[in-house]
């Protein structure tokens, strides 16, 4: 069986450092380890759209920012597919089929559409495109025969319904399409990065993220103002960790060679955690060492994206030349669901 990877993010915005540890560092590994006979990446703009149908202008100027961003994170044009949404309309079609294989109640229990309805204060009114769209994700990952996604915790019962779909298919249909499973990142603190101010949740509207994009300037004066802990007032005071975004990035970002290099008086995060939680370590002190690491690996990052701000046709091409596969593969992949589904009717003609 071939190992497929189909993964993507929606087009709201740019990405911020919360993408970065969550799936692009991962994506970019992945790509770059070979394992793979095939890479999908996929700019979920359909799906962006199924809760911001009246603002279709954000999501259409997200799509060069998140182009860019992937580009700028090292996602190499050469060794994965990078394709929109909605210019692979077959998925609405394989969609529009699995939602008979699904019943309402079966979404309703979906933890993740159960905290995103809640999120979003749909109340009484959740439009019905927002509600199907754990089926269309279904659809994404299977119309490219995807075999791994990688993605966070909050994705797990997004692929457990998948893989009910797929084995309903099957049973029904006959074998079309494979099992998929979550490829989760190793770090549990990756899963979700939180706010520069401590809040659970990176996110544009409370301006606590850290972007890709941001210029070195931005980085410090965002690290600098970091949320620490209220109660570590004075120098010798004992600091607590929990809670603690310094602590929580640092978990997300720092090796080893980090201290080596910016730290020496630690030989690990271990150390400094204890020296925080003894007494008598100082939060710009943390706040510098963090700022070293981030601008260390946010540097050529930023200076990727330049280079490609410089080629926005290119960019552009590729995304057309990706979608464009994306809608070859998309479509040789219904004709075999047409054809198990017995509805190719002009293919080998009807009868009575
Ligand atoms: N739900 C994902 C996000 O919010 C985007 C997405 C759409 C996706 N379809 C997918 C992710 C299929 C993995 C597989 O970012």
């Not at 060069?64 to 998925?91: C, H, R, W």
Request: hydrophobic fraction near 40%; glycine fraction near 6%; proline fraction near 5%.
């Amino acid at each position: 069986m071939s190992k497929i990877i189909l993964t993507g993010d929606r087009p709201t915005g740019k990405l911020h450092i919360g993408h970065y540890v969550g799936s692009l560092r991962r994506r970019v590994e992945l790509q770059n380890a070979g394992g793979f006979d095939k890479i999908y990446i996929m700019i979920a703009d359909a799906q962006a759209l199924t809760d911001n149908a009246d603002n279709p202008e954000k999501i259409r100027q997200s799509i060069l920012n998140v182009m860019l961003d992937y580009l700028a994170a090292g996602l190499a044009p050469e060794k994965v597919t990078i394709f929109i949404q909605s210019g692979v309309p077959q998925l609405a079609e394989l969609a529009f089929y699995y939602m008979n294989l699904v019943s309402v109640s079966r979404v309703q229990r979906n933890p993740t559409v159960k905290t995103e309805i809640k999120m979003r204060n749909f109340e009484e009114s959740i439009p019905l495109g927002f509600f199907c769209y754990p089926v269309s994700q279904a659809a994404d990952i299977t119309l490219f025969h995807g075999t791994v996604v990688p993605a966070g915790e909050d994705q797990k019962p997004m692929i457990e319904l998948t893989n009910e779909i797929v084995r309903r298919f099957n049973s029904i249909y006959g074998e079309v399409f494979e099992e998929t499973s979550i490829l989760l990142p190793e770090n549990a603190v990756c899963m979700r990065l939180p706010g520069t101010d401590g809040k659970a949740k990176m996110s544009k509207s409370l301006g606590n993220c850290i972007y890709l994009s941001d210029s070195a300037e931005e980085v410090e004066k965002k690290v600098k103002s970091m949320y620490t802990d209220p109660l570590h007032l004075r120098l010798q005071d004992p600091g607590h960790l929990e809670g603690n975004a310094v602590f929580t990035y640092l978990d997300a970002f720092c090796r080893p060679e980090h201290f080596a290099a910016y730290l020496p008086e630690y030989a690990n995060l271990d150390e400094l955690k204890d020296h925080y939680t003894r007494g008598g370590l100082g939060d710009m002190k943390c706040k510098m060492f963090l700022l070293k690491i981030m601008q260390e690996f946010l540097t050529p990052i930023r200076e990727r994206r330049a280079m490609w701000e410089q080629r926005l046709p290119e960019v552009q091409d590729i995304l057309r030349r990706g979608t464009e596969e994306a809608y070859r593969v998309g479509e040789a992949t219904m004709e075999q669901v047409r054809h198990a589904m017995r509805i190719d009717y002009f293919n080998g003609g009807l009868s009575l």
